[in-house]
């Protein structure tokens, strides 16, 4: 089956291949060997383990298989197999909708990030660039940069980032947006206390300076 690539990451490229997406990690000739390929086979099982987990508690693409690559020396596990997602990535599309219907979208990625944050999954690159709407459905795509945690600071930093690339990208709507994200995120069992927690994290040095406006998350 021909396989085209779809997209190219620091550390992976992006084939799609039929009715599956190829998340296939890429050789980097300045480390040792052996340790490059420690790195990404562990770091290919790890976020296909964390997609399953995901997979039981929000919409993300299913994970078909881990594979090895058979070419001049074999190398486990070091490419993702998951179902290709066709829909409207929302980082060119959230602009685009009704306001009505943008601010909905919104909203439910406040909730399926509550979801996550509440089995304790954190994303780690929470931006509208790694989300994709296929009929009423918001799915949550590369989890890459994804960890399990339970600490209110991490979730704080996953939402804060979020309202961060909002800005970036949505700049003219970014605040009607991640009202409705916060709307969505206080089905979380730990809104009140990650709400807080966001006010320390927006404090500390390396955050300031980046947030402009009102942050309507925090009163």
């Not at 190398?75 to 990535?89: A, F, R, V, W």
């Not at 409705?180 to 069992?189: A, F, L």
Request: net charge positive; proline share 2%; charged share 35%.
């Amino acid at each position: 089956m021909k396989e085209k690539i779809i997209g190219r990451g620091a550390e992976a490229l992006l084939i799609k291949k039929g009715n599956s997406l190829l998340k296939r990690r890429i050789k980097k000739g300045y480390r040792h060997e052996h340790l490059d390929l420690f790195l990404r086979t562990s770091r290919t099982r790890h976020e296909a383990k964390i997609l399953r987990k995901s997979a039981s508690i929000i919409a993300v693409p299913r994970v078909k298989a881990i594979n090895g690559m058979a070419r001049k020396r074999f190398e486990p596990e070091t490419e993702i197999e998951m179902e290709y997602i066709q829909g409207k990535l929302l980082s060119d599309s959230l602009d685009k909708f009704p306001l009505t219907k943008a601010l909905a979208v919104c909203e439910k990625i406040g909730r399926n990030t509550a979801l996550i944050h509440d089995f304790g999954i954190i994303h780690g690159d929470l931006t509208t660039s790694n989300m994709i709407l296929k009929n009423r459905d918001v799915y949550f795509i590369d989890f890459g940069l994804g960890f399990h945690s339970a600490r209110a600071e991490d979730k704080a930093v996953d939402l804060h980032l979020l309202r961060e690339a909002l800005e970036a990208k949505h700049f003219k709507r970014w605040e009607k947006y991640f009202g409705s994200v916060v709307k969505g995120y206080k089905k979380s069992k730990q809104s009140s206390i990650i709400i807080e927690r966001i006010k320390k994290v927006e404090a500390r040095g390396r955050y300031k300076g980046k947030a402009k406006g009102r942050n309507p998350l925090i009163p």
